[in-house]
């Protein structure tokens, strides 16, 4: 007790944070593997010893007041912080981790990322590792929602996140030869691709907030996999910004060609290692961060480095 007022405790927290992201009190309570009642009487805790309404009722839903989403966010700060706390301490006491959880962005050089994973495997064998291939906001779900120990971005870090620069990447517009854009024979403004198709990937998270500065024409063919895309391009079913080290083959072999653009032909970009939380990162996260952080130094002088 404190000033004659009791204090939340983490479990009414968490009851409240169940509640809003579960979307009622059912769900969190399955969420949670707790009764129903024992959540409803958690909120109701949390109302009576602030003083304050936690939700109110418009139409047939109970919604957040302006106070309770004030609660919501400062809980849910609470609750992620919590779990942070216990992972840190789990990480210390078992030593490295058995298994690891990595998001990297497909921009990132597949084999430079395969390297390292088979380095670490040699050292560590008996930790396993879960790879998520993400694409745009696909990472900053799998990083803000805590499903991954590390993770590899393309063109900034969510906020309140910090990062270490690995790489700089190059693409390049390109089409296939048969392509119409390469028929006009004369260097091509932004105004001649929007009359074609442009060959986009997915983004692979589900709330696709972060907006594309990748599109540039209303014809597409959206995808969801890079080497989709690349046989596509191959095919001459529309142009599209493609990083070297994926069409290194296509280009040399002239399966692809770069597109003749005044301005625009090509794209640079930074790629950056984040840890959700870097002072709970557990010693397996550290060591492929190095291996990670050790490859991209010595790529570096490549075409991943600008001039």
């Given at each position: ?69 004030v609660l919501y966010r400062r809980g849910k700060s ?230």
């Amino acid at each position: 007790m404190c000033g004659g007022r009791m204090r939340i405790s983490l479990e009414q927290w968490q009851a409240l944070v169940a509640v809003v992201e579960q979307g009622g009190y059912a769900r969190a309570a399955d969420h949670l593997n707790k009764t129903q009642s024992t959540i409803s009487y958690a909120v109701r805790q949390i109302e009576e010893r602030l003083g304050v309404g936690v939700f109110e009722v418009q139409g047939r839903k109970a919604q957040l007041t302006e106070a309770g989403q004030v609660l919501y966010r400062r809980g849910k700060s609470l609750v992620n912080e919590s779990a942070r706390l216990e992972r840190a301490a789990g990480n210390l006491a078992q030593g490295r981790e058995k298994e690891l959880r990595l998001a990297v962005e497909s921009l990132f050089p597949t084999d430079l990322l395969l390297r390292c994973l088979q380095r670490f495997a040699d050292e560590s064998p008996e930790t396993r590792i879960e790879l998520f291939e993400s694409v745009v906001g696909g990472t900053d779900e799998l990083l803000l929602g805590g499903h991954v120990d590390l993770a590899i971005f393309a063109d900034g870090v969510p906020q309140g996140y910090t990062g270490d620069v690995l790489l700089r990447y190059r693409a390049l517009a390109v089409a296939a030869p048969s392509h119409p854009l390469h028929q006009l024979q004369r260097d091509l403004s932004v105004e001649d691709l929007r009359a074609h198709r442009h060959l986009v990937i997915r983004d692979s998270g589900q709330q696709r907030q972060r907006a594309s500065v990748w599109n540039v024409a209303e014809q597409r063919l959206t995808v969801s996999h890079k080497s989709t895309s690349v046989r596509a391009a191959c095919m001459g079913l529309g142009f599209a910004w493609y990083v070297e080290d994926w069409i290194r083959d296509e280009l040399e072999s002239g399966q692809l060609l770069p597109l003749p653009m005044i301005a625009g032909a090509e794209r640079w970009g930074s790629l950056y290692l984040v840890y959700p939380d870097p002072d709970g990162a557990g010693p397996g996260a550290r060591r492929l961060g190095a291996l990670l952080k050790e490859a991209a130094a010595q790529e570096r002088g490549t075409d991943f480095q600008a001039p």
